[in-house]
């Protein structure tokens, strides 16, 4: 099958109306009363200007499904998924007002809020749904990341009209937290093929005038302006005219302490950093390993990760989608990396992950010349062949994506990142088949890292989601008590 039979069975097979009409949803449940998401003082607020400082690159044509820390930031700011999730877990309503189902989960059915908008005033439809994850999912299956896009069999909206969206999944779900994706978030192309894609979230960019910040205002007078310095120092940045910045970095959190001109707070932890290989044993004495890893190698704010998943539960038994669907298959592309045992991949630009890489090659690189348990058991976890050394290797993040979800036989560094409430569906998101629980494949998991906001004092109303994301319609400037 050539790689456009495959396009065009992918868009029919997303564009199919299931057969048969969609069942008939049951009455709506309450939500429970919502959560206080608020990060920091807990002041009453009037709409202005913040000054937001980024230390990474943000890049456009990634939304509005983020690449790093900056841009989910950003991304949530301008973009909505259908339902979102608040700092309790709890599913709350996004671009939908409602959803049910009344197949046990296999048939979802969502109504879209009356005053859905984009940033042009036109009203969101369920067509424009359909059409922005048609988009989303080309591109992703151009990079052969499948996740979530097999669990979504058909999108339907013919026989329930405009503002209904009737999504028919390829196996059951309890709740549709599934639909916090943020590469399920709604768009429409932009006008230029440089400019932003429109989106429908409470903050739209102002492209007209240019300006050397990236400028997003909301319609009740507040105006966030993000300035983006890739690489610089976070203690830099606080001598500029800066009112919040997000980072991991330890030394600008220790700097701040010392500061009496800012404040810092901790978000949750949403990150776990884990080894996934193809070898059979795993090391041994690692609670002391992942102590070192945590306080000593990395940078960021770090603590030991014990389980890969953000709550412990164990995965056993958990069903994903199956993938044996041409619709799904995608082929590697021919000039791809040669992955080798003895080497340990990580993504570039990652530099927690790189510095966890460096730290288990050197260890494992004294290998059997050494008396430490620890170091032999990482060179036979590694595997490099008679005679080299183990190496690091940097690659990009969707090739590594890419290669983990083939189940590669390499050893890699994979951030999990907190993204949706199911835990064993995080580890699905990052993990192909191959490192499922039974099948083979190691999981083993060192360390979980944080943001912490860094803000002049006043600057309240900032809430923060499930997966540690702040959002900022709410925020604003307050008296100081």
């Known amino acids: 099958m050539t790689n456009r039979t495959i396009w065009i069975a992918s868009l029919l097979g997303l564009l199919a109306t299931a057969c048969g009409k969609p069942p008939a949803p049951p009455p709506l449940q309450p939500l429970p009363p919502p959560a206080d998401c608020r990060v920091g ?41 259908l339902v979102t999730a608040d700092c309790e877990g709890t599913i709350r309503p996004g671009l939908a007002a409602a959803w049910a189902s009344a197949d046990g989960g296999r ?35 151009a990079e052969g990341r499948l996740y979530p896009w097999t669990w979504i069999r058909a999108v339907d909206e013919s026989d329930a009209g405009e503002q209904t969206v009737t999504v028919y999944l390829s196996a059951p779900l309890a709740d549709p937290g599934l639909f916090t994706h943020p590469v399920l978030a709604v768009f429409r192309a932009g006008e230029a093929p440089s400019s932003w894609p429109v989106g429908t979230g409470p903050y739209r960019v102002r492209e007209d005038p240019p300006s050397e910040a990236l400028v997003c205002e ?23 005219p800066t ?15 010392e500061h009496p001109n800012f404040g810092s707070t901790p978000l949750p932890w949403d990150r776990i950093y884990v080894i996934a290989t193809g070898g059979t044993s795993a090391p041994r004495d690692l609670d002391a390993f992942r102590e070192e890893l945590a306080n000593l190698v990395l940078a960021s704010d770090a603590r030991p990760a014990a389980t890969p998943t953000f709550d412990g539960a164990p995965c056993d ?17 021919d000039d791809r990396l040669p992955f080798v045992r003895g080497r340990l991949y990580y993504a570039e630009g ?35 062949p008679a005679g080299e050394e183990p190496l690091a290797q940097a690659i990009d993040p969707r090739e590594l994506h890419a290669a983990v979800k083939r189940g ?12 949706l409430v199911d835990p064993c569906q995080v580890r699905e998101a990052y993990l192909g088949p191959a490192y499922d629980p039974g099948a083979g494949g190691l999981v083993i998991s060192l360390v979980a890292t944080r943001s912490h906001l860094i803000n002049r004092p006043g600057l309240s109303g900032v809430n923060v989601d499930w997966d540690g994301v702040p959002r900022f319609d709410g925020a604003g400037w307050g008296a100081l008590p």
């Not at 050494?370 to 036979?380: C, F, I, R, Y």
């Not at 590669?408 to 993204?419: N, T, W």
């Open 243 to 257: 009112d919040l910045i997000l980072t991991r970095d330890r030394l600008a959190l220790d700097f701040v302490r």
């Open 218 to 240: 909301n319609s009740i007078g507040g105006t966030l302006h993000f300035w983006v310095e890739p690489d610089a120092d976070p203690r830099d940045l606080l001598a500029t």
């Open 350 to 384: 990652d530099e927690d992950a790189g510095r966890l890489a460096g730290r288990i090659v050197a260890l494992a690189g004294f290998g059997a010349d050494s008396s430490s348990t620890l170091s032999a058991s990482l060179a036979a976890l590694l595997d490099a």
């Open 107 to 141: 048939t979802w059915i969502f109504t879209l809020r009356e005053n859905a908008r984009f940033w042009d005033g036109a009203p969101v439809t369920a067509r424009d749904v359909r059409h922005a994850w048609l988009t989303s999912r080309r591109r992703a299956q």
């Open 41 to 81: 003082p807990k002041l009453d607020v009037r709409r202005g200007t913040i000054q937001v400082s980024l230390a990474e690159t943000v890049d456009p044509a990634h939304a509005p499904d983020p690449a790093n820390d900056a841009e989910w930031l950003i991304f949530r700011q301008l973009y909505e998924t």
């Open 317 to 333: 038994g958990y069903a994903r989608p199956s993938t044996d669907a041409p619709v799904l298959r995608v082929a590697p592309p």
């Open 408 to 419: 590669e036989d390499a050893a890699f560094i994979v951030c999990l990142h907190r993204l």
